[in-house]
């Protein structure tokens, strides 16, 4: 009957107000989540339409929400949009004129977004439009997305509001992000939000040398193990790769760093895991990475060590994979051939 009514105020509205845009307007108001896609080009006459449909559709908005309308003209999701800046007038008049309760896929794209723009209030209102059990399903993401942004007010909110026991995951996302507070927020919960070597590796992984330096300060410190500078040589950095090295004790490092770098092309790097005390160890890997990227130059360096870096038939392999460069591939089965016929240079 509702719709009947809005069609037919729609009609009425059409002949008296001219533009065709604005009954459709009206009509649309019952299904909003559908995208509203609307050429609204006279703000006076919207709002006239809106006082004259008062009494038809549930519930209407002001003049300033009719003028963020119109800047979102065009918008895939409106709710989406709304949730963003924060606009709970608008969310409550787009979920009360929708006509019907199902709203299948809203709750994850709202809450995420929430969670993401920091807008305490929205968050509180749309759990309010959710049962429980549905609330507790998108928890996890709307806390990872707070941690993301690291918004402590979103995360006390929901951290209050649940009561499910959360592993390491989000301290490091925290560290991932370079969220020092939101990590700390993390740690100073009783009991605290657990981590793990992956959190040292998040913070590597970041370039965070003070998350690094706050992990492993605590008491207990956080721990690490060889993936952290695996990390940091994988990103190229030098900085973070070194200031692990420097601590007491070091953070232990395994061929897979000086094979990171390699693949990296990074002759910076792969000079700087090899000069350490002891030099990181290197394998046939190594140099296939090293042939995978094209890196002729690494490769080369590698091999002129003494010892130098082992090789296989994997370093052939991978340097014909792709778009291998002429002159790597000359060298390469130059050297080989060196091999076989002197069997007393190291292979």
């Known amino acids: 009957m509702r719709a009947s ?4 105020a729609c009609t009425r509205l059409a002949r008296r107000e001219r533009p065709s845009e604005l009954s459709f307007l009206v009509y649309e108001q019952l299904h909003p989540l559908v995208s509203l896609q609307l050429g609204v080009r006279d703000l006076g006459r919207l709002r006239c339409v809106a006082q004259k449909t008062r009494n038809v559709l549930p519930g209407t908005i002001n003049a300033e929400d009719w003028c963020w309308l119109e800047s979102k003209r065009g918008e895939k999701s409106l709710c989406g949009a709304a949730v963003a800046d924060g606009r709970i007038a608008i969310l409550r008049w ?16 709202l809450c995420d977004q929430a969670a993401k723009s920091g807008h305490l209030k929205v968050i509180a209102w749309l759990r309010t439009q959710m049962p429980p059990t549905v609330w507790s399903i998108w928890l996890p993401s709307m806390l990872r997305e707070a941690v993301t942004h690291g918004h402590i007010g979103i995360l006390e909110y929901l951290h209050h509001h649940s009561c499910v026991q959360w592993g390491s995951t989000l301290c490091v996302v925290a560290a991932e992000y370079g969220q020092l507070e939101a990590l700390k927020w993390l740690c100073g919960h009783m009991p605290p939000y657990p981590w793990d070597e992956r959190t040292c590796a998040a913070a590597a992984k970041c370039g965070s040398i003070d998350i690094l330096a706050w992990l492993r300060s605590q008491q207990p410190p956080c721990p690490w193990d060889p993936a952290a500078c695996c990390v940091a040589a994988q990103q190229g950095n030098t900085e973070v790769l070194q200031w692990l090295r420097d601590q007491v004790p070091p953070c232990p490092m395994d061929k897979r760093t000086c094979t990171a770098a390699a693949l990296r092309g990074d002759l910076i790097m792969v000079q700087l895991v090899r000069s350490q005390s002891p030099p990181c ?9 090293a042939a995978a990227g094209n890196h002729f130059e690494v490769l080369k360096w590698l091999r002129a060590q003494t010892p130098p870096c082992p090789w296989d038939y994997k370093t052939v392999m991978w340097a014909r994979s792709g778009d291998p460069l002429p002159e790597m591939l000359k060298w390469i089965d130059a050297q080989m051939k060196r091999v076989v016929e002197s069997p007393n240079i190291p292979g």
């Open 94 to 109: 787009l979920f009360e004129g929708s006509g019907h309760n199902e709203r299948p896929g809203w709750e994850k794209l």
């Open 5 to 8: 009514a809005a069609r037919g």
């Open 281 to 289: 160890d290197w394998d046939e890997w190594t140099c296939a990475a």
